[in-house]
């Protein structure tokens, strides 16, 4: 490990605590008994965590998300995996224009392609409907997945798969035994990066998203419109807490270096 | 016919001609090296044969078998690769068992199969390790262990030993011999060092520009170089201008407009006292080897190479005057180079 000059540490401890800090003031005023925004708070209470548990609309909500985000994130992964190896490993016409294809949603913003889902889905008559809005959040997640995959398929050793093929795999047992095996870290990483954004994404599903449909995100957004109370501040000190026990967990039994690095 | 032939062989990239016409028969239980700088078509050649490039013309048979278009799974070739090519995710074991999963053998066969080729290649403590966490030339011998064990027609070594270091290398030439006799495998070898072709191969295949322009068994490739270019990359060669005599021997000329080039090997070359041999020099540098003493020495004909066995004496000095001398049936008359490289 090389040893940092004390500048770059400086700047480093910057970035830190420019990044955590809001998240540490949410995490406090989560715990106040008081009815405002307020910190430092008077006292330690859990009152505005036992508020949440007692909505059921956010349960609903959260459950929304988590399962909005499974469904686009693996959906995302089955299109990102074939078409990253297609577009790294084989020449066609087209091919740059489909790799730009499936960037372009990280580059349309959001607000935009939630205005245009909206008209689109109100023309096909399936507002509110949860299996579109998977599909939405489908397109704008892809281009993650698509970029960890082409890196991770960058990486693979060509002759690894010739060593197979001379010993006898069939297309089919080379891609399954060999190549997926070793772009796997990719994929995952992929996957949570795309589960991520999904779970994080408000901007587009504000347009298409039905009461019945409503995501965690969109519900915060909305109540905070309304009124802002510590009832906030404890459903985001909720979804940190959650991320963190994921990402540990997830540290403990895979690497996180593996998934998001590709380290072996 | 030969065991594994190439007819004709040609591989063109656009307008580019990577492999022209190669013609090459190898006979069963043979080790064939094909040797010449980076470029050369060595490479393609032998992606042409495992099946990984497509044959732009020619033929390749394999034990009368025409395999020119056959996909690389179904030739049972072994390779070899340079960089190894092992499966990260899979033990030692299951790198080795892989060909013979893909043959559907019964378990208790391929558990045979494996302890027997680990054994082979001196690795049946490492079954279980991951590729990971065995040295390169551990690695390298797994990859030899995979390609045996599924007792393939013909080895293909591609570069095997470029990415060990000295020391390694020399051991795993003679590994690799050892191996290939034991098993009697017919084996194709394709590298860039002359040294790795000349100590292991029955016979060694240069190839220049696509071309392959001599074929011959290691000593009388190093001792009878048909043309410049091999008598320069084969070995140490000092060339010198000449012409046949009555006799029809070549004769080294002082004049520069002789019409042949000569080849003089520097371990061919008597270093005697000033004055006497056949021509005189001035040593101008030394370098030690170790088994022997090398010297460049300068001459009317230009600056020679001389080396002399370390035989204990003690070595002549930078600037001292020597005589030169050789026996003149050990100059070979080269041919012109008829590709440049």
């Known amino acids: ?264 | 016919m030969a065991f594994l032939q190439l007819d004709n062989l040609c591989k063109r990239y656009g307008a580019i001609d990577a492999v022209v016409a190669t013609n090459l028969a190898i006979e069963q239980g043979e080790f064939v090296s094909l040797l010449g700088p980076s470029g050369c078509g060595k490479t393609t050649t032998l992606q042409m044969i495992a099946g990984f490039v497509d044959v732009s013309s020619g033929r390749i048979l394999l034990d009368g078998r025409d395999i020119t278009h056959a996909k690389p799974s179904s030739r049972g070739l072994g390779v070899v690769f340079q960089s190894y090519a092992l499966f990260p995710h899979m033990t030692v074991a299951d790198n080795v068992a892989f060909g013979l999963r893909m043959r559907k053998q019964p378990e208790a066969e391929i558990r045979r199969k494996v302890t027997e080729v680990l054994a082979l290649v001196r690795l049946d403590r490492h079954a279980q390790r991951y590729p990971r966490e065995l040295s390169g030339g551990q690695r390298q011998r797994v990859a030899l262990a995979r390609a045996l064990v599924i007792e393939p027609p013909v080895l293909l070594l591609d570069e095997p030993l470029s990415n060990l270091d000295a020391n390694l290398r020399e051991e795993m030439q003679f590994e690799i011999r050892r191996i290939q006799s034991e098993v009697g495998i017919t084996t194709l070898m394709v590298t860039h060092d002359q040294a790795e072709a000349l100590s292991i191969s029955d016979r060694v295949v240069v190839m220049q520009a696509g071309r392959v322009t001599q074929v011959d068994e290691p000593y009388r490739l190093y001792e009878h170089p048909r043309t410049r270019f091999i008598s320069d990359f084969v070995g140490k060669a000092n060339l010198l201008p000449g012409e046949l005599d009555g006799a029809g021997l070549p004769q080294v000329q002082h004049s520069r407009d002789a019409s042949l080039t000569l080849s003089l090997r520097p371990e061919k070359i008597d270093l005697l006292d000033n004055g006497a041999g056949r021509l005189q020099g001035r040593i101008l540098t030394r370098y030690f080897l170790g088994s022997q003493w090398l010297y460049r020495i300068g001459t009317p004909l230009g600056e020679l190479t001389v080396v002399r066995r370390n035989d204990g004496s003690a070595p002549l000095g930078e600037g001292v005057d020597v005589g030169l001398d050789w026996q003149p049936e050990l100059l070979r008359v080269l041919a012109a180079d008829e590709v440049s490289a």
């Open chain 1, 1 to 264: 490990m090389s040893k940092n000059g004390p500048l770059a540490l400086t700047f480093h401890s910057l970035v830190v605590v420019f990044m955590l800090a809001p998240l540490v003031v949410v995490c406090l005023v989560a715990f106040t008994p008081e009815n405002t925004l307020s910190l430092p708070t008077a006292g330690f209470s859990l009152r505005w965590f036992e508020a949440v548990f007692e909505r059921a609309d956010f349960l609903e909500a959260f459950k929304n998300s988590l399962q909005l985000a499974f469904l686009a994130a693996s959906l995302a992964t089955l299109i990102a995996v074939p078409a990253g190896l297609a577009i790294t490993r084989l020449q066609f016409p087209g091919r740059d224009f489909l790799n730009v294809l499936f960037l372009s949603p990280i580059i349309i913003p959001h607000l935009v392609l939630g205005v245009a889902l909206l008209r689109l889905f109100a023309l096909l008559g399936v507002n509110g409907s949860f299996t579109w809005l998977v599909l939405a959040h489908t397109v704008v997640i892809t281009p993650y997945v698509l970029r960890l995959v082409i890196a991770a398929a960058i990486g693979v050793d060509r002759s690894a798969e010739q060593a197979a093929e001379s010993l006898g795999a069939s297309r089919f047992t080379l891609f399954r035994k060999i190549t997926l095996p070793m772009i796997l870290p990719g994929i995952a990483g992929g996957w949570l990066l795309a589960f991520i954004n999904s779970f994080d994404e408000v901007t587009l599903s504000i347009f298409v998203t039905s009461p019945a449909t409503q995501t965690l995100p969109v519900k915060m957004y909305v109540y905070a419109t309304e009124s802002i109370d510590p009832m906030m501040a404890a459903v985001s000190a909720l979804v940190i807490a959650l991320t963190a026990v994921t990402m540990i967990l997830l540290d403990r039994v895979y690497g996180l270096d593996r998934v998001l690095v590709g380290k072996h």
